[in-house]
């Protein structure tokens, strides 16, 4: 059974797709990316990126009564690998072990030309 996840809490799809979806014991949450949900505004520069990303993330998490340290799977892309160490650094201090499984890579360009995105797979149980 599926059911779609939405949070006011995290900014809404900008496409037909849902912020996430629990399908069982698991959750996928779709990529997220900078927008700060007050606002509807990108913010600014690799490190609040960073954060605001995983913020949104955390409050879709809450939405479904988890947190980071149910994550399993976490995909990061970044539009420069330069990046990665401040990315890193971040990432790291929102987690604890055992750490989830993880992907970073570089993409030539992310949706509203933003400097990270972030999707993850948490399990609920």
Known sequence: M???IQTNQAPAAI??????????????????IPINPSTGEVVEGIEKQTKQVLENIKAILDE???DFSKAVKFTIYLNSMNDFAVVNEIYGSYLTEPYPARATVEVS?????????MDVVVYTK
């Open 2 to 4: 599926l059911k779609a």
């Open 109 to 117: 360009r992310l949706p509203k030309d933003v400097l990270v995105e």
């Open 64 to 66: 479904v009564g988890a």
């Open 15 to 32: 496409g037909p797709y849902s912020q996430a979806i629990q399908a069982g014991d698991f959750v996928y949450v779709s990529g997220q």
